[in-house]
């Protein structure tokens, strides 16, 4: 029988693909033993030991412990540390001593103690230089978490990443940390997605603030309470959903749109949207849009396998809006980075450049920006099956894919 996919076309043949929801199937709702030998030989085999001092890993059983502390005992070391260094620096923040370390001289601390969790300070820490070793402490622990999850697939973990990431958020409006940039990543791995597009979006229609003070309906203090409210990207964003397009202002080849003369279809956004998306926001809705698409084909082929017969106009025409939208964002992606598309459609760079390493640093447009992307949201496009579909895109608009990148040093 031949299905009509349009994305997935081959994918018939995997009994997997009937049963995609539109989600990572390999999330850990359980707690896992982080055990390897213990997961691969007991797979649903609930943990509910936390490794007392790094308090990221779980684990079913003493012994169990015991035999990955060889394998854990170096993120473990670190992972402690740094919630040590943040702690410690959390009681100098409410008006404590000033903590010392060797390694660390705090030359920056005013003499004069203020309580900067007080609410008046809240929101505004990037202003003043005692909050921002705390800042950079807690960054720390959000990263060595993010490298824990990554591994182990625990949603606890990815919980308490995500957590931590938006507390930054709601201390520092301006977030010069580019905490924005992360976040995305960390919602998609606990299948939030509609959290993930309001995130983006708000973003997208608010990141100016911070670039035009007084432009636009609140004034800075105004968004600096909007903001305190806390998990304001799920509350204050409308009913935006993973199946809208929140860059309506952009064509379907992601050129943006002309302001008409009466300025009706002109909005914040339009005027600033260069310094509003940014790589990371770009690939983590292809990727939503992937898993939409991915989703929509496996209930077709389901529909067709049990009646050939079956009506599917409704999902066809879902089908179609939604790949226009996925091509509408891929567009939008190589116009930013013209290296990202190569790097995710090319076993091979994706190879060189996992050997190299993460970057140290990178620029806009540049072979770093595109590893760091790749890094983050390649398991998710893999995942919903949508890596074929980019080399597809780029031979559609005439790109030949590029196999041979390095980091430009």
């Known amino acids: 029988m031949s299905y009509p996919v349009c994305v997935f076309s081959g994918m018939e043949s995997n009994e ?57 005992k170096k993120i473990c070391k670190q992972i402690s540390k740094a919630r040590e260094k943040a702690s410690a620096l959390e009681i100098a923040l409410r008006g404590g001593p000033i903590p010392t370390w060797d390694e660390n001289h705090y030359v920056n601390w005013s003499n004069q103690r203020i309580d900067y969790f007080n ?64 976040v995305p990543e960390v919602l998609l791995y606990l299948n939030r997605d509609d959290d993930c597009v309001k995130f983006i979006k708000w973003w997208a229609y608010n990141y100016e603030y911070w670039y035009k003070p007084g432009y636009g309906a609140e004034s800075d203090a105004n968004l600096k309470k909007l903001w305190q409210k806390g998990e304001f990207i799920y509350n204050e964003t409308g009913d935006v959903t993973r199946f809208d397009d929140i860059y309506p202002m952009f064509d379907e080849e992601g050129n943006k749109i002309a302001l008409d003369s009466s300025g009706v279809q002109r909005n914040r956004f339009s005027d600033n949207y260069e310094i509003s998306n940014c790589l990371d926001h770009l690939i983590a809705l292809v990727c939503i849009k992937m898993r939409v698409v991915a989703h929509l084909e496996a209930q077709q082929c389901s529909l067709l396998k049990l009646d050939s017969n079956a009506d599917i106009t409704n999902i066809a025409t879902k089908i179609t809006v939604q790949i226009k939208l996925l091509d509408k964002y891929l567009h939008m992606a190589h116009k930013h980075n013209k290296y990202i598309l190569h790097v995710l459609s090319s076993e091979n760079n994706i190879r060189k450049m996992r050997e190299q390493g993460r970057p140290e640093y990178y620029g806009l447009d540049s072979t770093e920006e595109a590893y760091l992307a790749m890094e983050k949201f390649m398991r998710c496009i893999a995942r919903a099956w949508g890596l074929p579909y980019i080399g597809k895109f780029l031979t559609k608009i005439g790109a030949t894919v590029t196999p041979d990148l390095n980091y430009k040093r």
Request: proline share 2%.
């Open 119 to 182: 609410e008046k300070y809240l929101g505004d820490w990037w202003g003043h230089l005692d909050p921002r070793d705390y800042c950079r402490a807690v960054w720390k622990v959000t990263d060595l978490l993010r490298e824990v999850a990554w591994d182990y697939e625990c949603e606890a973990i990815w919980e308490e990443c995500l957590n931590l990431k938006l507390e930054l958020l709601r201390n520092n409006v301006g977030d010069n940390q580019g905490i924005r940039h992360e």
């Open 16 to 72: 997997f693909f009937y049963t995609y929801e539109g989600k990572d199937p390999n999330v850990d709702t359980i707690k896992s033993c982080g055990s390897f030998d213990c997961r691969c030989n007991h797979a649903n085999k609930l943990a509910n030991n936390i490794c007392s001092r790094c308090l990221a890993v779980f684990y079913c059983s003493r012994e169990c412990q015991t035999a990955d502390f060889s394998e854990h």
